[in-house]
């Protein structure tokens, strides 16, 4: 994770930065729906970046076909980079991915993911842009 300074924003700053969905994703914790979102097929290579801060989150290498609908990454890049928090919404005991930087909700991360790791981060595509420069 960079050294910059954490990202603040105010409710108005946000909602003209994002789109209707992605402000719902990132600010509002929801979740798009499965097998819709811009990258949960994609193959392309690059860097996964938080959609809020522009901070480097995943790798492309690290992605995989989890057949869940979403994004899915064995690990961070560096796990700095994300925040993990317990999340007992919906009846259901999960662990919630928000990025580190701005506190962009990104999805959640299951024990349920392959070698090496053993996890699946579970990532909204709207919550992330793909740079292909990287």
């Not at 003209?16 to 798009?32: C, F, N, S």
């Not at 995943?58 to 979403?70: I, M, Y």
């Not at 009846?91 to 024990?111: D, I, Q, Y």
């Amino acid at each position: 994770m960079s050294n910059k300074p954490k990202i603040s924003k105010t409710e108005a700053e946000w909602r003209a930065q994002l789109t209707p969905t992605q402000y719902q994703v990132v600010r509002e914790k929801g979740t798009e729906r499965p097998f819709t979102g811009q990258y949960w097929d994609c193959k392309d290579p690059g860097i996964y970046c938080c959609i809020g801060c522009g901070e480097r989150l995943f790798e492309s290498a690290a992605k995989f076909d989890s057949g869940c609908g979403w994004p899915s990454f064995t690990a961070p890049l560096d796990a700095q980079g994300v925040t993990e928090i317990s999340d007992n919404s919906h009846f259901m005991r999960r662990t919630e991915v928000v990025c580190s930087n701005c506190g962009a909700h990104l999805g959640h991360v299951f024990p349920d993911g392959p070698a090496p790791t053993g996890l699946r981060y579970c990532i909204n595509s709207a919550s992330i842009d793909l740079d292909q420069q990287s």
